[in-house]
């Protein structure tokens, strides 16, 4: 069996953002703007970051950026069904997803409302699989 590129990219994501932390966030509360679309790297310009390219494929290409606002992964897709699973699959890992046309933006809760003033786009939750531990009795 043959392990794709776009599964191996789904976990190196998810663990990217997990290793991501809290970083700062500016709190304030703007108009969304219409979601963005274009290429990886017309939307890190947008965000004013250098994107450090983890996966470059046919199906996904994914880096690693930080710009004034903090680290995040930002990912773009070849079709909204990739998106989708891959972002299904990223979710278990928990995090917060700013999810536009092919592409979602990956960091923590201030980082992701900070790029959805520029990228516009919807935010959506991981789960937090820490919250439910196993109690002893």
Not at 71 to 84: E, N
Not at 100 to 128: P, Q, S
């Amino acid at each position: 069996m043959r392990v794709t590129r776009p599964m191996l990219a789904v976990t190196g994501a998810a663990a990217a953002v997990l290793a991501l932390g809290g970083c700062g966030s500016s709190g304030e509360t703007k108009a969304v703007p219409p979601a963005a679309t274009g290429s990886l790297e017309s939307l890190a310009a947008e965000v004013k970051c250098k994107p450090d390219m983890q996966t470059d494929a046919d199906e996904i290409r994914q880096a690693i950026c930080r710009n004034g606002d903090g680290k995040f992964i930002l990912a773009t897709f070849a079709t909204d069904r990739g998106q989708r699973e891959w972002i299904n699959d990223a979710k278990d890992y928990g995090g917060y997803y700013l999810v536009g046309r092919k592409w979602v933006a990956v960091g923590d809760d201030g980082v992701v409302k900070a790029l959805r003033g520029t990228l516009g786009g919807d935010v959506e939750m991981g789960t937090n699989h820490s919250s439910h531990s196993m109690h002893g009795g």
